[in-house]
Structures are given as structure tokens and as C-alpha cells.
């Protein structure tokens, strides 16, 4: 089965009727003229199709959803194409659009049924109800065949995703793990870079379109009259929309998105200074990403964290600068100065104002603040300049510069949070900070370009063989800093001293110890209902497979993969890794599971943590928490307090331990200590 979707991306069947609506909407913003030419609502519907096959949504309550949205959509381009009537139609340039004039001639042939046709047509589907507007339709017969095409469209593409996630069920077998993994991959950045493209195909058009709503707006005699009782604030509108200068709309665009990044950085760095949940994630994660290592993977990631070596990217800027000043742009150089600058300055500020430590458990040893990641600020200010310069030089195309500036500051702050040189919100902070520099540079930049024309220049050509010869000097450099990228290693994380008791008796309330286990995102827990006085770990197992239960392997990255398809499969094995719970940051040292005629989503698990209390006789302390999952969504794991008490009783019944009383943590149920012989 495919169930475990929902660890690798947010689940919709976990959010509840938020997911109907949230597929609803989807359909809506396809169906509507202003959205429908980007938002893929179709491939959104056929999702909840695939989630329906797998029990996690309601057929027919997701259809009525489905339907209500690609009928308001529907209405509201039809609206606009009324407004269109009234002389908007030529400043909007539609007719010059392919999907218009697709949906013209199905109109003109089909009629009224041409919105049913429409709606199985992608782009075309909003344009149908816009061109029917333009032709005349009455308002009433619209509005009819408007509801009825509602009704098939949503039929048809949950009965298609239906039967595409039967199809997943019966193909997976025969999918490696490397196939599966390579085709996610492969789904996700081909949607980007269709998401891209349609922007880029299409942004003119939607900007133009924008433009005549807003007018329309504008000319509305309320407004007309609110605009002539204050002239000063309408003047001022006036001017942040106007789109024939910089100052205007860009300037007004621009400003936008800084103010939201700067709102969600302020956001993120109050999460950090009040410790919310996300700093508890962070320790969980960055022990998870140690679990995760591998020498294959280590040397990869090297690699790309090395492109925010501070040599390699002087020699990257020296490159850009050389370029620049060869072809005479200092608008775009300037730009890239004070992306960088603002970069470098911003970092080094709050390094020292917030003088985060690092990680333990990082790789490479840094001697500077943890927050926020100074590589993921450089991965979008620095890196996404570069690809802005490429495009504005005319070297690259818009959709190849975004594509390539988000994979790149991706995969840079993956490496940082793979190598544990950052927690999780440290790359965040990073990725929004260097955001607010990119908007700056390129802010800057289009201010100085601003009605010049970009000159025309014909280095020399010893000019030219100059710069080239310089060019290849660098990049060999930059290359030889990424093969030989090499940094003092952090020694192993030191593990705290024992400490040696007597008793175990109010071990929890005087040593603070947490008496619950987290998932990695925290958002379930679950109580520690067992405990083991062991001389070692091989007396555990022993004990425990001795019981009927079977280790599970490590929880590493390819064990997690071969879970997860096992479970898709629904042939999980006895001895699969399990998914990691986490008990004071860190995640469980064993993992076992009881095999008995259960379902695998009622499969017995057992969780242990080795603790640093001993008794003086060296016997060490371990607690654990019983849970029934199918070893790889936590979230939907249930508590078994019961398997604590039955495992006890078998225990001691065979010899294998005694009771040694229990522990009581402040506000929990008692836990069960046996004493292992």
C-alpha cells in the first residue's frame, strides 16, 4: 500500500477536511482565468484520487468538492469575461493567447456542452467560460451547463486516480528501490520546471490582465469617488501601480516580497529565541541525519557544501566581476556587490547576536555561530544572483535560471543539514535571509538598468582571449576547491559520563528525565511504559527475542526506503528497520518487533534507550515504550501499555527477570522495572 506517503510529504488525510478543501480550492484556481494557466488542479485531483484508493479520503464527499470548485472557478471567469465586453479585452492581449483562441473555436462549434469538453482540456478549461462570456452567452443558460460539467470532471479524474493508485499498488513490486527513489525525484522537478514554464509562457498576460482588473476596479464610481475625496492617497496608488516605471509596480512588487520575507524571518527568529517546537525538531533531526551517514553520501555532500567555500566563491565573484566589467553592465554589478555584501554583513551580525552553538555531531568542525546558516544565506543571495545575471545577460532562459537557483540552494542546504553543520532552522532563517539580499541586489540593479538601454559591445579580441584564458583559470580553481574540499573533522560526539545510583526510585523526578517519547516532527509522544535493569545490551536482546520478539535492523537511509516499501507492498519483514522515535533528543538504540497474527498496522513494537545510570555493580538502566504501527508512520502509531504488562509477566514466568517495583514519573502511569537475570 502506499500509506506511507504521508511521512514523505505533508498528508492530506491528516489534515482532515482541511485536505477536501484544500483539493477543492485547487480545482477552483484551475478554473479560473487569472490561476488556471499554472496551478496544476487536474494533477492535484488525480492526487486525491490515488488517496481515495488508499482509504484515506471519501470518494464521493471529495467529488462534491471537486465539482463546487471547478464551478465557482468556472463562474468567476466567467465574470471577468463580462468585464472584458466593456473594451478591457484589447489592453489584456488575450486573443493572442494559443488557450484563448483553442477555447473560441471549441465554443463556436460546441456550444453550451463545450464547458463540459473544456474541462478535461488543462489550460483551456478557463479560458471556455471566458470565451463564452465574450460570445454573449446568457447568463442563466451559462450557469446551467456550468453545473452540470462540474459533475463528470470530478467523476472522471477520481475514478482516474483511483484507478492510478491501484495500478502504483500492483506495480511497486517490481520497482527497485533506486527506481522509486529516482522516479520521485524525477516527478518533482518535472512539476517545477512545468510550474515554470507556464509562468514564464504566461506572466505577461497575467500581469496585463491584472492591470485591467485593477482599472476596472479603479473605474468603479464608488472608488472613482473615495479617489476624488482623497486625491493625495489615490495619487499615491496611482504611482506604486504604475507599471512604465521602475518606482511603480516593480519597485512595489519588489518592496512585497521583501516585507514578507523579512515578517517570516522575524517569525523564525522568535521560534528560535522562545525555543518553539521547531528548535525541539532540530536536535531530533540533526540526530536522525547522523543515523543517516554514509560514506558514499558524506563525500557527495562534501561536494556541494563546498560551493560556499569562501575561496571558491572569490574565485566565482572574480569571474562574474571580470564579465561584467568586460561587457560594460555595472548596473548588474553593482547588484551582484550588494546581494553579496548584504550577505556577508547580515551573516556575521546575527551569527554574533544570536552565538548559536553548533551540533556535536557535525561533521566538519566550525568555529562560528550556528544560526542562522551562513551557507544557505550564500545558496540564494549569491547563487540566485548569478542565475538572475545569466538571464539578464541573455545567456539563459528564464525558466532554466529559476530552475537552477532553487535546485542549487536546495541541494546546498540539504548538504548543510546531512553533514549536521545546521539544524533545521538555521537553513530556514538562511534560505529567507538570503531572499531579503537577493530582493536587494536585484532591486538595485534594475533601479541603475531602468530605461538604459544595455549596450552594445564587441570586446576586442585580445580582450576576449584575455578573459577567457583568466575565465578558465577560475573555473579550475573553483573546480579543484570542490574535489579537494577538506576541512578539520569533528571527533566523535563525547557520551555523557554514568552515573552511578543505588536505586531507581524517583530517578525521573530528581534527574528531570523526560518521561515520553517524541516523533521526529513531535507532534505525537508517547509514554515510556517499560523499563530493564540489563548488564548489556546482548542480555536485553536475548531476554527480549527469547519473548518471540525480533530485532529490527538499524534505522538507516536505505533501511527507512525498504520499510517504506515494504509497507507500500504489504510485505513488511520481521526483521525491517523500524522509524525512529526520539526520548530526550535521542532516537532509540533497539528496535524490536512481536510477529503474531496481527494486521500490520496493529504490528507489537518495542522502542529502547540505553541510559547513563548504573548500579554499582555495573547493571545499566534502559527504558522503552510498546507501540502498535506498521513501523514507518509514526503518527498514526497507538499506545500498548498492555504489551508492557504482559511482557513482564512473560519474563519473569520463564526465569528471565524479576520485578524490581516500579517507576512513577509527576502526572504518568507508573512504569513496569524488571530486573533481567
Known amino acids: ?107 463556436a462549434k460546441r456550444g453550451g456542452f463545450a464547458l463540459v469538453l473544456g474541462r478535461f482540456l488543462g489550460p483551456v478549461a478557463a479560458f471556455v467560460p471566458f470565451a463564452a462570456a465574450i460570445a454573449g452567452m446568457e447568463t442563466r443558460r451559462f450557469r446551467i451547463w456550468n453545473i452540470v460539467s462540474g459533475f463528470p470532471y470530478a467523476l472522471a479524474h477520481l475514478a482516474f486516480g483511483y484507478g492510478l493508485g491501484s495500478g502504483l499498488s500492483r506495480f511497486s513490486p517490481m520497482m527497485t528501490r533506486a527506481a522509486l527513489f529516482v522516479a520521485v525525484l524525477s516527478v518533482l522537478a518535472a512539476l517545477l520546471w512545468w510550474t515554470l514554464r507556464q509562468l514564464d509562457r504566461t506572466l505577461p498576460h497575467l500581469l496585463a490582465m491584472a492591470g485591467g482588473v485593477m482599472d476596472e476596479i479603479a473605474r468603479h464610481p464608488r472608488i472613482d469617488s473615495w479617489g476624488a475625496r482623497h486625491p493625495r492617497i489615490a495619487q499615491f496608488l496611482t504611482r506604486r501601480l504604475d507599471r512604465t516605471h521602475f518606482t511603480g509596480l516593480p519597485a512595489t512588487v519588489l518592496g512585497v516580497a521583501f516585507a514578507y520575507l523579512a515578517a517570516l524571518w522575524l517569525g523564525l527568529a522568535f521560534d528560535f529565541v522562545r525555543a518553539e517546537p521547531i528548535v525541539q525538531i532540530d536536535a531530533r533531526l540533526a540526530q536522525l541525519m547522523h543515523l543517516f551517514w554514509t560514506p558514499a553520501l558524506i563525500q557527495v555532500f562534501t561536494w556541494i557544501t563546498a560551493l560556499g567555500d569562501t575561496r571558491l566563491v572569490a574565485a566565482v565573484l572574480a ?108 537553513v530556514l532563517a538562511g534560505w529567507v535571509l538570503g531572499g531579503l539580499c537577493l530582493i536587494s541586489g536585484i532591486a538595485v540593479a534594475e533601479w ?34 570542490v574535489s579537494d574540499y577538506s576541512k578539520a573533522l569533528n571527533p566523535s560526539p563525547a557520551l555523557g559520563g554514568n552515573v552511578q545510583i543505588s536505586s531507581a526510585v524517583g530517578l525521573f523526578g530528581d534527574h528531570t528525565l523526560p518521561a515520553t517519547a517524541h516523533t521526529l516532527s513531535g507532534e505525537r509522544k508517547f509514554a515510556i511504559n517499560i523499563a530493564f535493569w540489563a548488564k548489556d545490551q546482548a542480555q536485553l536482546r536475548g531476554a527480549l527475542t527469547a519473548q518471540g520478539w525480533t530485532l529490527s535492523a538499524a534505522p538507516s537511509l536505505g533501511g527507512l526506503v525498504k520499510t517504506a516499501i515494504g509497507d507500500m507492498r504489504d510485505r513488511s519483514g520481521a526483521g525491517d528497520a523500524l522509524a525512529p522515535l526520539f526520548w530526550n533528543t535521542l532516537p532509540n538504540d533497539l528496535a524490536l518487533s512481536l510477529q503474531g497474527k496481527t494486521s500490520e498496522l496493529d504490528q507489537p513494537r518495542l522502542r529502547l534507550w540505553s541510559t547513563r545510570f548504573i548500579r554499582p555493580e555495573g547493571i545499566r538502566l534502559w527504558v522503552g515504550t510498546l507501540t502498535r504501527d506498521d513501523g514507518f508512520d509514526l503518527e498514526d502509531a497507538i499506545p500498548a501499555p498492555d504489551l508492557a504488562s504482559a511482557l513482564a509477566k512473560g519474563l519473569i514466568a520463564k526465569g528471565l527477570a524479576v520485578s524490581a517495583g516500579t517507576l512513577t514519573p509527576v502526572g504518568q502511569p507508573a512504569i513496569a522495572l524488571i530486573d533481567l537475570r
Open 1 to 107: 500500500m502506499l500509506s506511507s506517503i504521508h511521512e514523505i510529504l505533508p498528508s492530506l488525510a491528516a489534515l482532515g477536511i482541511l485536505g477536501y478543501w484544500i483539493i477543492g480550492a485547487a480545482t477552483a484556481l484551475e478554473a479560473f482565468l487569472l490561476t488556471g494557466i499554472f496551478v496544476p488542479g487536474t494533477l492535484i485531483v488525480d492526487a486525491g484520487g490515488v488517496l481515495v484508493q488508499q482509504g484515506m479520503l471519501d470518494f464521493f464527499d471529495l467529488a462534491w468538492f471537486v465539482a463546487i470548485g471547478s464551478i465557482l472557478g468556472g463562474e468567476a471567469s466567467f465574470w471577468l469575461g463580462r468585464r472584458a465586453r466593456r473594451g478591457m479585452l484589447g489592453r489584456w492581449n488575450v486573443e493572442a493567447m494559443p488557450a484563448f483562441a483553442r477555447a473560441q473555436r471549441l465554443f
Open 319 to 426: 569571474l562574474a566581476v571580470l564579465w561584467l566589467v568586460l561587457l560594460r553592465r555595472p548596473g548588474l554589478l553593482v547588484g551582484l556587490l550588494v546581494a553579496l555584501g548584504t550577505d556577508l554583513i547580515s551573516v556575521v551580525a546575527l551569527k554574533t547576536a544570536f552565538g548559536r552553538p553548533r551540533s556535536a555531531l557535525g561533521y566538519f568542525t566550525e568555529t562560528t555561530g550556528s544560526f542562522p546558516s551562513g551557507h544557505a544565506t550564500l545558496s540564494v543571495a549569491f547563487y540566485g544572483m548569478l542565475f538572475y545575471l545569466l538571464w539578464r545577460l541573455g545567456r539563459m532562459g528564464a525558466v532554466m535560471a529559476a530552475f537552477l537557483a532553487t535546485l542549487v540552494a536546495g541541494l546546498i542546504g540539504l548538504s548543510r543539514l546531512y553533514l549536521v553543520e545546521h539544524y533545521l532552522s538555521d
Open 448 to 481: 541603475m538598468m531602468h530605461g538604459r538601454a544595455a549596450p552594445k559591445v564587441q570586446p576586442l579580441n585580445w580582450h576576449k582571449i584575455t578573459a577567457l584564458v583568466v575565465s578558465l583559470g577560475l573555473i579550475a580553481y573553483a573546480g579543484l576547491r
